[in-house]
Nanobody, 124 residues
Framework: QVQLVESGGGLVQAGGSLRLSCVAS????????MGWFRQAPGKEREFVAT????????NYADSVTGRFTISRDNAKNTVYLQMNNLKPEDTAVYYC?????????????????WGQGTQVTVSS
């Protein structure tokens, strides 16, 4: 079993930045695809970004491309989401997800493990 714990969320003004972290425990996730998703109030959970286990392949939702960057430090069993130029529409609970394969992509149904989420609120 893999446990995922997100942190780094908070309240920020539009145009600001936040860095989310997701620390895994239970197993090393160096051979897990890792992803970030988000869920705004009243909306379905949606894909944000994903990375393969080696860090050589990434994919982003169109809405965050050029503003968000996913990265990972396998030595620390941690995945990050750097969020720049935040907009009010980025307000959501952000979830980290993992799957024990090299590449999953944006399909939410493919991820086996999920964190509890961290709240990000962007004020205008």
């Amino acid at each position: 079993q893999v446990q995922l714990v997100e942190s780094g969320g908070g309240l920020v003004q539009a145009g600001g930045s936040l860095r989310l972290s997701c620390v895994a425990s239970g197993r090393t996730v160096s051979r897990y695809a890792m992803g970030w998703f988000r869920q705004a109030p009243g909306k379905e959970r949606e894909f944000v970004a994903t990375m393969n286990w080696g860090g050589s392949r990434t994919n982003y939702a169109d809405s965050v491309t050029g503003r968000f960057t996913i990265s990972r430090d396998n030595a620390k069993n941690t995945v990050y989401l750097q969020m720049n130029n935040l907009k009010p529409e980025d307000t959501a609970v952000y979830y980290c997800a993992a799957d024990p394969v090299n590449w999953v992509g944006s399909d939410i149904r493919e991820y086996d493990y999920w964190g509890q989420g961290t709240q990000v609120t962007v004020s205008s």
